[in-house]
């Protein structure tokens, strides 16, 4: 009982693997294929080589992406009033100061062109002057545009003149095709009618706030592919793991508190934002969350298994038997598939069999108990004094006969529904559905 358990970890492992970008992405989308297209095609380009007919080094940080390693912030005020006022771009401005106020920004913001090559060659170090602005950042592009830059790093009050003034040229953009996209990307769209100005005022905007890849020069496309886990990490190790500190921390949460289930509110400010890194660290949260209240599940069932069947060696050994069809699940998975990807969700159909294993015992023991009370009666009935043997026999085969068919439905149906997961598109939904 205790070695076999034993003998299948050692054989099978349950090690995790490590979350690929595509992951969940359904591989025969357009949209998937399209993006496969562009990264082949990306490093099939030839470079242009230099005086020597070497291919040069990408310039550190010379390019910027918003989506797998920025963040995106939305703002709106909490009672429908506009947004762009003096008190509420100081606001915006204190959140954003998580991103780019912080120590680890200057070593991955984006950097002009030949910047970070300037820098090693002088030997010295990267500075937040040196970072370029965050052009899609509305905190930054109010403060230039109110001629007021100075007054950025602290945050400072803008005059409520230089807000409105800002407020109207940024709307009045709206009705020129020249800047239509530049200012519409900050304005909400309960300004616009037809592509013209209507309101005069918005109640919500937006910030996107990008890092500079790659971190490091490389002189291939795939050694900067920001869709790599090496890369993500890259960025969590130097920039995010500071970040989120600070950014849940303002607002007085914790990273491993599922943050972003909770309302974040600065003043007359509500802020909704998203991040590829910060989901992944959320999700990642949000599972080991879940896994910590399998093992109270577990816990719980031990308990009250004892209390139903009146036998904690019952007990124990129901759960032991749940435990082994995991193992031998994996067994199958790993060894006879060999299907190696395992992740956290696949950790969680713990709930799902420990449901019906324990169910199967209930079952059977309200059989074996109803044979006991049908028994004593017949005893009584007859008045005689039966063999043990046969008495122990007859109530097995009674208690497996008047269980039998609901332990058998419930694995069917079970069973039908890990075979519906499994021909899903989304490969870990799938794997699940293999694995369960």
């Not at 762009?84 to 915006?92: D, G, I, K, P, V």
């Not at 031990?302 to 038997?321: D, E, K, P, R």
Request: glycine letters at 8%.
């Amino acid at each position: 009982i205790i070695l076999f358990p034993v003998i299948l970890i050692a054989t099978v492992g349950i090690g995790m693997t490590e979350e690929g970008f595509k992951d969940w992405a359904v591989l025969s989308a357009v949209e998937v294929e399209r993006g496969d297209a562009i990264v082949l095609a990306e490093a099939e380009t030839d470079c242009l080589p230099d005086e020597n007919g070497d291919c040069p080094l990408t310039s550190e940080r010379e390019n910027i992406d918003f989506s797998r390693v920025g963040t995106s912030l939305m703002y709106k005020t909490n009672d429908g009033s506009p947004i762009l006022t003096a008190s509420n771009l100081r606001e915006m401005c204190k959140v954003e100061r998580t991103f780019v106020g912080i120590g680890q920004y200057p070593t991955a913001c984006q950097l002009p062109v030949g910047t970070a090559a300037t820098v090693h060659e002088e030997g010295g170090s990267f500075t937040a002057d040196l970072c370029m602005t965050q052009s899609t950042s509305i905190v930054q592009y109010a403060y230039l545009q109110a001629g007021d830059s100075d007054k950025l790093a602290n945050c400072e009050l803008l005059s409520d003149t230089a807000v409105a003034a800002f407020s109207e040229s940024l709307h009045a953009g709206l009705n020129s095709d020249d800047t239509f996209s530049t200012v519409g990307f900050f304005l909400g769209k309960d300004v616009v009618s037809d592509g013209a100005w209507s309101g005069s005022y918005t109640a919500t905007t937006r910030s996107m706030l990008g890092l500079g890849y790659p971190l490091e020069g490389r002189s291939d496309a795939s050694s900067i592919d920001l869709s790599t886990p090496e890369a993500r990490e890259a960025y969590s190790d130097n920039f995010y793991d500071t970040f989120m500190d600070e950014f849940y921390g303002k607002f007085g949460y914790t990273v491993g508190g599922s943050p972003m289930s909770k309302d974040y509110l600065t003043g007359k400010v509500e802020i909704l934002f998203e991040g590829s890194i910060m989901q992944n660290v959320e999700l990642l949260n949000a599972v080991n969350v879940d896994m910590s209240l399998a093992g109270a599940s577990v816990a719980f069932t031990a308990l009250y298994l004892t209390f139903h069947t009146g036998s904690l060696f019952v007990a124990m050994i129901s759960i032991w038997q749940v435990c082994i069809s995991l193992l031998v699940a994996l067994f199958w998975y790993r060894i006879i598939f060999q299907i190696s990807y395992f992740r956290q969700l696949h950790m969680l159909l713990v709930f799902v069999i420990l449901g019906i294993g324990a169910d199967n015992v209930f079952v059977f023991s309200d059989a074996w108990r109803q044979h006991t009370t049908e028994t004593l009666a017949r005893r009584r009935k007859l008045m005689i004094e039966e063999d043990k043997d046969k008495v122990l026999a007859d109530r097995i085969a009674y208690a497996w006969h008047h269980s039998m068919s609901s332990v058998f439905n419930t694995a069917l149906t079970t069973s039908l529904a890990f075979f519906a997961t499994s021909i899903s598109p989304i490969m870990p939904i799938m794997t699940m559905g293999y694995y369960g």
